[in-house]
Nanobody
Framework: QVQLVESGGGLVQPGGSLRLSCSAS????????MGWYRQAPGKWRELVAA???????YYADSVKGRFTITRDNAKKTVYLQMNSLKPDDTAVYYC?????????????WGQGTPVTVSS
């Protein structure tokens, strides 16, 4: 079981940037495909970006060209660089394994890190 701790969220103005980090425990981190997710109030959780263990990436259309996902297997950390932020990006952001490839248990989710984009 990989345990996950997200950080780096905060309040930012439209057009601003944030860099989120997700630290993972567990010796098998490097072989897992990972993703960043977000959940806005009243909405379903959605996958916004994913990265395979060898660095192949996926982005949702809503963030393509603005967000960049990277990983450092030696540090067991996944990052999400978010640029040109919009109010619609306001949500709690989570990382986890890529749910397109793995079944995720309810207790596998961390606390998330909130991002608020507002002037």
């Amino acid at each position: 079981q990989v345990q996950l701790v997200e950080s780096g969220g905060g309040l930012v103005q439209p057009g601003g940037s944030l860099r989120l980090s997700c630290s993972a425990s567990g010796s098998i981190f490097s072989i897992n495909d990972m993703g960043w997710y977000r959940q806005a109030p009243g909405k379903w959780r959605e996958l916004v970006a994913a990265i395979t263990r060898v660095g192949t990436t996926y982005y949702a259309d809503s963030v393509k060209g603005r967000f960049t996902i990277t990983r450092d297997n030696a540090k067991k950390t996944v990052y999400l660089q978010m640029n040109s932020l919009k109010p619609d990006d306001t949500a709690v952001y989570y990382c986890n394994r890529d749910w397109r490839k793995y079944t995720l248990s309810t207790d596998s989710w961390g606390q998330g890190t909130p991002v608020t984009v507002s002037s």
